[in-house]
């Protein structure tokens, strides 16, 4: 079968590879539609991060190369031995993470024996770590991870369920309430699911920082109140009269750079939160009496846990708009030239989510 690989720093291709069989307890997807995500992206450009390169991944056991690819959705093609969750020829979407296995509970890390699966101490990503990925025509893995979808919701839509889990665990985090005001810092892929996610969620208002690109009309489209652009304002002080002076409850920096963090940290209000779900290429500095002096909270997230379910209800009955959300849609012999080359170079600014099928026919 094909498969995208990852071989280095800008180093990605298409290559033939032996086509997985699902063992006991794991599930053949046939995939149908894979997302090109930010973390793709930081490996491709600064990686490796999450990849495993110079030692195999622990649970895994692979090491580079690695199939690339974990926002995926498709078809069920074959059950391993016990499996009884799932049945050839279900629609469905797969949560992919590596963590401690439930069978193996003198093994399991603290964190995975509290049912935080999301911070284990050898957390991998299918599609990162090793052992199959979505930017391939078939993959396997483990049935608790494996989650069917509903006839109304379209296998492109399932494809972004994945980036959508991420922006709700972010408001979990942030323990965001109805009601309450938010800033996103960045409109990419991850920071618009969050503003679908705060819509969703009753924010009352959503400011968000981006610089003037189409990323701005998206914002705007998919429930941004207001759009400020860092080279045009004062970010920080245009938010506080927005507020009546205050600052925002909650802000959600998505960009990965120093500017975004320093720019939500200044636009909460004393002991407003700010929850950091980008994933960042090289450490940064800042100035720790701006949480301290205002007892303002400092959040991390990291993916999601137990996310996967609800989104799949918020997509399929319409609460969750994905409309424009996909800006391209393209086949895996093309993924790194229409689509790391894309969401690299001087076009990137014009997509938000570009989507890879190993099925010619749906093109």
Known sequence: MKAAMWYGRNDVRVVETKEPVAAPGTVKVKVKWCGICGSDLHEYLGGPIFIPAEQPHPLSGEKAPVIL??????????????????????????????????????????????????????????????????????????????HPIPDSLSYEDAALVEPMAVALHSLVQGDFKIGQTALVLGAGPIGLCTIEMLKAAGAKKIFVMQRKSIRQEYALKHG??????????????????????????????????????????????????????????????????????????????????????????????????????????????????????????PEKKKHVKIMVTPDEDLL
């Open 69 to 146: 690819g974990h926002e995926f959705s498709g078809e069920v093609v074959e059950v391993g031995q016990g499996v009884t969750k799932v049945s050839v020829g279900d629609r469905v979407v797969v949560e992919p993470m590596r963590v401690c296995s439930p069978a193996a509970k003198d093994d399991m890390c603290p964190a995975c024996r509290e049912g935080k699966y999301n911070l284990c101490s050898r957390l991998g990503f299918h599609g990162l770590c090793g052992g199959g990925g979505g930017f391939a025509d078939y993959t396997v893995f483990f049935e608790e991870f494996v």
């Open 224 to 345: 941004a109140d207001r759009v400020l652009d860092p080279n045009e304002c004062d970010v920080a002080e245009e938010i506080r009269s927005l507020t009546g002076g205050i600052g925002v409850d909650v802000a959600f920096e998505t960009t990965g750079a120093e500017q975004g963090l320093k720019l939500a940290l200044d636009s909460v209000h004393y002991a407003g939160t700010v929850v950091v779900t980008s994933i960042w290429e090289k450490p940064i500095s800042f100035d720790p009496n701006s949480i301290v002096l205002t007892e303002k909270k400092l959040v991390g997230t990291i993916v999601y846990q137990h996310q996967f379910p609800a989104v799949i209800r918020l997509l399929s009955d319409g609460r969750i708009d994905t409309t424009g959300l996909i800006t391209k849609k393209i086949g895996l012999d093309d993924i790194v030239d229409e689509g790391f080359g894309a969401l690299t170079g």
